[in-house]
């Protein structure tokens, strides 16, 4: 396994590191409204990231009364632009505007004058070594690209067992490990003996997908913006005898009808609400076989484009023996902020070694692939450990080999009272800011379906 990089390798001064971090606004005020909210709404929302806005805005469009909780002291969840670390839009967490117009924040960001533009897939960077690749490399490693996507989706097909792609692979070459490690740790944010080729497959066709100039997390404040949200009110009790429900609260206990849970399947897995009495027991494992994979950015602004491809320009890298490598989207917006990402066990060991280790780390693959002059240009980089963030304990879900069908059971409404939303439910844009919001509109109208409202 590939390790962090040593400390020496690259000498990364510790106080501007921790000057970048001191000044980011992780937590923002919000004065209280408790005194002022329905005591008795028909819905209670838990959570206010995508999936929690988007069924807050439908039920406000229905009419049905609601108050929506969330965890923290704000609001976006893992869709999160910000702005003072590093002076310029930096999105913590989503960054890709995918599926085009099937996700609506694409037509959200463009009606509301965010600048959304079509990411760039020429020119796209391969590296070698410290070189570009040869046209002859690009091809090769396009091919087994293709090769591997296609026995994915071959081996999802009908009746076939639902193994993972490992056990699907036909890649025997230098392209193996790059061709995994992209697909599967900094795609699905595990190892690829870890996911179901069926959950993959079902998630639908790859399709155009855009970047905001402002930040993928800007457009979904924005979209926040005229909804009520009670913020630091984590939910930590729901009870579910008799007729309604009761959320408990540090402040207090909320009486409704119904309660729809937007958290993610590593907040539910880890037990952090509890049910009265238990939820149903494949409820539960649910959680457990859609599970979180890690998946983060190490973002480092730069005092120039050295990079020379233009902005917004993603590179993968591997070494000459093509045992490691990986992605990286440079010069984000022409701003010189670029990511090196991080996943599967390889991103979970950096989540664990610490930020300075995933600053290190992330500019020491750069110097790899560009050279040490790479190091000569850096200000100041910033890492999401979204797996150690208490109220996500992980990036995004996907199911296990031979658990695809847990995705539904997941979704699956209990007692007519609580349902479930969230980017892990989606049955197509799951992992996704888009099927966030989707989960939240399907799961607000199912609430009105079974109000009678519909
Ligand atoms: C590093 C990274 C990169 C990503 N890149 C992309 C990308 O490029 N494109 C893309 O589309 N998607 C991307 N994603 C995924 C995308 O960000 C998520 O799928 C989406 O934002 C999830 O929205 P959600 O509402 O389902 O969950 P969340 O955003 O997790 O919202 C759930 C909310 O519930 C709150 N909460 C948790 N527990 C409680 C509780 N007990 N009580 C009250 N509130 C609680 C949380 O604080 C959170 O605000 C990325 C994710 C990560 C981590």
């Given at each position: 396994m590939?390790?962090?990089a040593s400390?020496?390798?690259?000498?990364?001064?510790?106080r501007?590191?921790?000057?970048?971090?001191?000044?980011?606004?992780?937590?923002?005020?919000?004065a209280?409204?408790?005194?002022?909210?329905p005591?008795?709404?028909d819905?209670v929302?838990?959570?206010?990231?995508?999936?929690?806005?988007?069924a807050?805005?439908?039920?406000?469009?229905?009419?049905?009364s609601?108050?929506?909780?969330?965890?923290?002291?704000?609001?976006?969840?893992?869709?999160?632009?910000?702005?003072?670390?590093f002076?310029?839009?930096y999105?913590?967490?989503?960054?890709?505007?995918?599926?085009?117009d099937?996700?609506p924040?694409?037509?959200?960001?463009?009606?509301?004058d965010?600048t959304?533009?079509?990411e760039?897939?020429?020119?796209?960077?391969?590296f070698?070594?410290?070189?570009?690749a040869?046209?002859?490399?690009?091809?090769?490693?396009?091919?087994?690209?293709?090769?591997?996507?296609?026995?994915?989706?071959?081996?999802?097909?009908?009746r076939?067992?639902?193994?993972?792609?490992?056990?699907?692979?036909e890649?025997?070459n230098?392209?193996?490990?790059?061709?995994?490690?992209?697909?599967?740790?900094?795609?699905?944010?595990?190892?690829?003996?870890?996911?179901s080729c069926?959950?993959?497959?079902?998630?639908?066709?790859?399709?155009?997908t855009?970047?905001?100039?402002?930040g993928?997390?800007?457009?979904?404040?924005?979209?926040?913006r005229n909804?009520?949200v009670?913020?630091?009110?984590p939910?930590?009790?729901?009870?579910w005898?008799?007729?309604?429900v009761?959320?408990?609260?540090?402040?207090?206990?909320i009486?409704?009808?119904?309660?729809i849970?937007?958290?993610?399947t590593?907040?539910l897995?880890?037990?952090?609400?509890?049910?009265?009495?238990?939820l149903?027991?494949?409820?539960?494992?649910?959680f457990?076989?859609?599970?979180?994979?890690?998946?983060?950015?190490?973002?480092?602004?730069?005092?120039?484009d050295?990079?020379?491809?233009?902005?917004d320009?993603?590179?993968?890298?591997?070494?000459?023996?093509?045992?490691?490598?990986?992605?990286?989207?440079?010069?984000?917006?022409?701003?010189?902020?670029s990511?090196?990402y991080?996943?599967?066990?390889?991103?979970?060991?950096?989540?664990?070694?610490?930020?300075?280790?995933?600053?290190?780390?992330?500019?020491?693959?750069?110097?790899?692939?560009?050279?040490?002059?790479?190091g000569?240009?850096?200000?100041?980089?910033?890492?999401?450990?979204?797996?150690?963030h208490p109220?996500?304990?992980g990036?995004?879900?996907s199911?296990k080999?031979?658990?695809?069908?847990?995705?539904?059971?997941?979704?699956?409404?209990?007692?007519?009272?609580?349902?479930?939303?969230?980017?892990?439910?989606?049955?197509?844009?799951w992992?996704?800011?888009?099927?966030?919001?989707l989960?939240g509109?399907?799961?607000?109208?199912n609430?009105?379906?079974?109000?009678?409202?519909?």
């Open positions: 590939k390790k962090a400390h020496d390798s690259v000498n990364i001064s510790r501007i590191l921790l000057k970048g971090i001191a000044a980011a606004p992780f937590i923002l005020s919000s209280s409204t408790w005194a002022s909210i005591a008795e709404p819905v929302i838990i959570g206010a990231g995508a999936a929690g806005l988007g807050a805005k439908t039920l406000t469009d229905l009419g049905i609601f108050i929506m909780i969330e965890a923290q002291a704000r609001t976006g969840g893992r869709a999160y632009t910000d702005e003072h670390i002076g310029i839009p999105d913590m967490g989503c960054h890709w505007l995918n599926y085009d099937a996700n924040w694409y037509n959200y960001g463009k009606n509301n965010f959304i533009i079509p760039k897939n020429d020119p796209y960077g391969l070698v070594g410290n070189r570009p040869t046209k002859i490399e690009m091809k090769a490693y396009d091919k087994e690209w293709d090769r591997f996507s296609d026995r994915i989706c071959r081996a999802a097909e009908g076939n067992p639902d193994v993972s792609p490992a056990e699907a692979m890649i025997d230098k392209w193996k490990f790059l061709v995994s490690y992209i697909r599967g740790p900094l795609g699905m944010g595990k190892e690829i003996d870890e996911w069926k959950d993959w497959y079902w998630s639908g066709s790859e399709s155009f855009t970047f905001c100039n402002e993928y997390g800007s457009i979904v404040a924005h979209y926040r909804l009520p009670e913020l630091a009110t939910a930590q009790h729901i009870d005898q008799g007729s309604g009761k959320t408990g609260t540090p402040k207090g206990t009486n409704s009808k119904a309660v849970i937007t958290v993610s590593g907040v897995g880890a037990d952090k609400i509890k049910f009265t009495p238990s149903p027991v494949v409820k539960q494992e649910s457990q076989y859609v599970s979180m994979g890690t998946y983060n950015n190490v973002a480092l602004q730069f005092s120039k050295f990079f020379g491809l233009g902005p320009a993603y590179v993968d890298y591997v070494n000459e023996a093509g045992t490691e490598g990986g992605g990286m989207l440079t010069n984000m917006g022409g701003t010189n902020l990511y090196v991080s996943g599967g066990d390889l991103g979970r060991e950096l989540e664990l070694a610490g930020f300075e280790a995933g600053v290190e780390w992330g500019l020491n693959e750069v110097v790899k692939a560009y050279g040490s002059d790479a000569k240009y850096f200000i100041k980089g910033n890492f999401t450990r979204w797996g150690e109220w996500t304990l990036s995004y879900a199911a080999p031979g658990y695809w069908h847990m995705r539904e059971e997941l979704r699956k409404t209990v007692a007519d009272k609580i349902f479930f939303a969230g980017e892990a439910t989606h049955p197509k844009q992992a996704t800011c888009g099927g966030g919001i989960s509109i399907d799961a607000a109208n609430v009105a379906k079974t109000f009678g409202k519909r």
